[in-house]
C-alpha cells in the first residue's frame, strides 16, 4: 500500500507563492505518474499537474505559466510550486499516484487545504 502525505498549504494573498509538498512511502520512480488535483468548495476534482516516470509534465490551462510540478525521486517526493496564485486557486489540494499517465488516481492523500485572499 503506498501511502502519501502532503503538506505545505496555507492562507495567502493573491500574488503569492506556496510550495506544496508530497512525501511517498515508496521508492516511486516504480510509479508511473504522479500528479496534483484540487477541489474547490462546490466544485468537482480537478487535475492540477501531472508528472510521468521520464518527467514529462502537464498542466491545466488555468495554471499554465504559474504552477511548477516536479519530482525528486531520491527523496521519494513529488511538489507544486504556485506562483501568482488567485483567489481561485482556493481549494483542498491531493497528491496522487499511479498506473494511468493522464489522471493517476490509485492512490491518494489526505489533501492539504490552500487559501488565497484576495
Known amino acids: 500500500q503506498v501511502q502519501l502525505v502532503e503538506s505545505g498549504g496555507g492562507l495567502v494573498q493573491a500574488g503569492e507563492s506556496l510550495r506544496l509538498s508530497c512525501a511517498a512511502s515508496?521508492?516511486?520512480?516504480?510509479?508511473?505518474?504522479m500528479a496534483w488535483y484540487r477541489q474547490a468548495p462546490g466544485k468537482g476534482l480537478e487535475v492540477v499537474a501531472v508528472?510521468?516516470?521520464?518527467?514529462?509534465?502537464n498542466y491545466a490551462e488555468s495554471v499554465k505559466g504559474r504552477f511548477t510540478i516536479s519530482r525528486d525521486n531520491g527523496k521519494n517526493a513529488v511538489y507544486l510550486q504556485m506562483n501568482s496564485l488567485k483567489p481561485e486557486d482556493t481549494a483542498v489540494y491531493y497528491c496522487?499516484?499511479?498506473?494511468?499517465?493522464?489522471?493517476?488516481?490509485?492512490?491518494w492523500g489526505q489533501g492539504t487545504q490552500v487559501t488565497v485572499s484576495s
Open positions: 508528472v510521468t516516470r521520464d518527467s514529462n509534465t
Open positions: 515508496i521508492n516511486i520512480d516504480s510509479i508511473n505518474a
Open positions: 496522487a499516484a499511479g498506473a494511468i499517465t493522464t489522471y493517476p488516481t490509485d492512490y
